[in-house]
């Protein structure tokens, strides 16, 4: 038996609810992604959702209303996936890669800080693994802050949402995400001027003018099954919360993420682990020998593609950090498994 890293947890509501949208005959661009909009944004305390095809075009559309341009740069973590970058890149701006700080795992506003340039145009703050971090710090930089909350949807901030932070908001519903859909994506704005250009440029057919545009549209049945997902995010967390008591009291102060911080509190999407005498890529080849699939939180640090650049808590959280099945789907089972693997190579510690 092998227990996967992350299994979608499906039931019989998103089948129910795809059906009949099916059976309405109507599956384009409708009243469920209106009605996916309209939640969402009251969810994450922001007067506007506009949703996208994917969490990518929700970041390139961000930038294009921020009138990020050619020449202007963007600080983004190089500890994220590599969508941050191809944002950037596909409106001709610079990245530049900035480091995170060990507390959360998320951008350092010090290092932050001393990348900024009068070139700095935005700053991309994606809350990593469910896991918020300090982004109030660098909103007050006066920078506009597009905050990517793809992983972290339902974690708080002192008792408010994540996604109500930034400047612009964006988040995924990428299959693997905390609301996995296959594909789509969302943009939140409180500004009303934000949200008339998004909803212009996201819909290229039938305009009086002709200007570029791209077909950055959701359909009704992406949007569905998206809600759906919403909806059971109190019970995903519930879930994750019981698995990750049981893996505890092994784990003891192994776990970096979730972190105990009752101010900054994560959805528990991952659960994220180092070990004082081994690599993750060692952690991960034992894993597989139990038959347990473990990942790297980060498939590869952006800045590493390039040469001359630095970033040392980046580096040592890319060699040390492995995240272990916590998905909502998991069995007594495989939960068990996981928890025997855990014991016999931490217990010892």
Known sequence: MIVPHYRPSFSSREITAVRK??????????????????????????????AVSSGTTALILALKALKVSSGNEV??????????????????????????????????????????TPKTKAIIFPHMFGQPGRIQEISDLGIPVIEDIAQSIG?????????????ISIGSFYATKVIGAGEGGIIFTDDKTVENYIRDIREYDEKETLTP???????????????????KLPEFTSKRKKILAQYKPVLRDRILIPVRDSGFQSNLYRCIISH?????????????EYGITLRKPVYK????????????????????????????????????????????TFSKL
């Open 155 to 167: 974690a708080r901030i002192n008792g408010r949402p994540v996604g109500m932070f930034g400047t």
């Open 21 to 50: 949208v099916i059976d309405s005959g109507y599956i384009a661009q409708g009243e469920r992604v209106q009605e996916l909009e309209t939640t969402l944004a009251e969810f994450v305390e922001k007067n506007f959702g506009v």
């Open 301 to 344: 640090p952006i800045h590493t593609y390039f040469n001359g650049q630095n970033l040392i808590n980046t580096e040592s959280a890319w060699k040390r950090q492995v995240s272990i099945p916590i998905f909502p789907d998991m069995t007594d089972l495989e939960v068990e498994l996981v928890y025997n693997f855990l014991k016999r």
């Open 75 to 116: 600080i983004i973590p190089a500890y994220t996936c590599t969508a941050l970058w191809h944002a950037v890149k596909a409106v001709d701006s610079i990245p530049v890669f900035s480091d995170i700080e060990t507390k959360y795992w998320n951008l350092d506003p010090d290092d932050v800080k001393r990348k900024i």
């Open 276 to 288: 004082p005498e081994k690599t993750a890529d060692e952690l991960i080849k034992l894993g597989k």
């Open 213 to 231: 545009r791209i077909s950055a549209k959701m359909n009704d049945i992406t949007a569905t099954i998206a809600l759906e997902q919403f909806h």
